[in-house]
């Protein structure tokens, strides 16, 4: 059984828990969510808390989130929009979940509380927490992106559960404390990577060990140092 987003107008985008915004009742643990394609305008989710069996976006359609939460128990398929300036999506069904569709996927908080844990089967990106509480994610060879920008920095609180697969990090760096060249300071919250992961366009990452006893004569000079506290 499903329920369809079909009147997303303004009363939708203050509370996710207003029945008059789904065809057949707000959604439940046992009703599948639906954004269709062609039901413009699409929902926007500023407050409230619900949950849905599962959510699924249309080719086209978009699901954005302000605030709130949405609990879902089984699968996240987009092959639409999914974006986000703050609010959770959980995922806390009993048997392991799917986040896929060809759509672009951007949470802002993403939870894991599912024994089962969680898998991707599309691209993935996180802007505030992604919290792995009781389960793990896998990205199963997918694109997942921790997000940074003049805003702020995506982060992984792994209390129960840890990131599985390729995972591109990223740190915005404002430009107006230091307009020219200078030093940066970047912890890595990754493990069994390599040095050349740092390579970015434009940036080719420079490792010279012969730094530590010839200091400035050393050739090639260095642009990435390593710090042991």
């Known amino acids: ?17 207003h029945a008059g915004n789904w065809s057949n009742g707000v959604p439940t643990s046992v009703l599948d969510a639906i954004v269709p394609t062609g039901t413009s305008p699409y929902p926007l989710v500023a407050s409230g808390s619900a949950v849905a069996k599962s959510l699924t976006i249309g080719s086209g359609a978009s699901f954005m989130q302000g605030g709130g939460a949405l609990d879902v128990k089984g699968s996240v398929d987009n092959s639409g929009t999914i974006s986000a300036t703050a609010g959770t999506v959980r995922l806390s069904g009993t048997t392991a979940q799917a986040i896929g569709g060809s759509g672009n996927t951007q949470f802002w908080s993403l939870a894991v509380a599912n024994t089962a844990g969680a898998s ?14 009781t389960g793990g994610l896998a990205t199963n060879g997918n ?73 400035n004569t050393a050739t090639p000079f260095p642009n990435v140092f390593g710090y042991d506290q």
């Open 1 to 17: 059984t499903s329920v369809t987003d079909s009147k997303a107008g303004s009363t939708f985008a203050h509370d996710a828990t």
């Open 120 to 133: 991707q089967a599309g691209a993935v990106s996180v802007h505030g927490v992604l919290a792995l509480t």
């Open 143 to 215: 694109p997942l992106t921790l997000l940074s920008d003049a805003a702020g920095t995506a982060l992984v609180d792994n209390i129960g559960g840890t990131v599985n697969g390729t995972t591109t990090v990223q740190r915005y760096i404002d430009p107006t404390f230091n307009t020219k060249s200078g030093y940066r300071h970047y912890s890595s919250p990754v493990a069994n990577t390599i040095f050349n992961d740092l390579a970015t366009p434009g940036f080719a990452p420079i490792f010279n060990q012969a730094y530590n006893t010839t200091g």
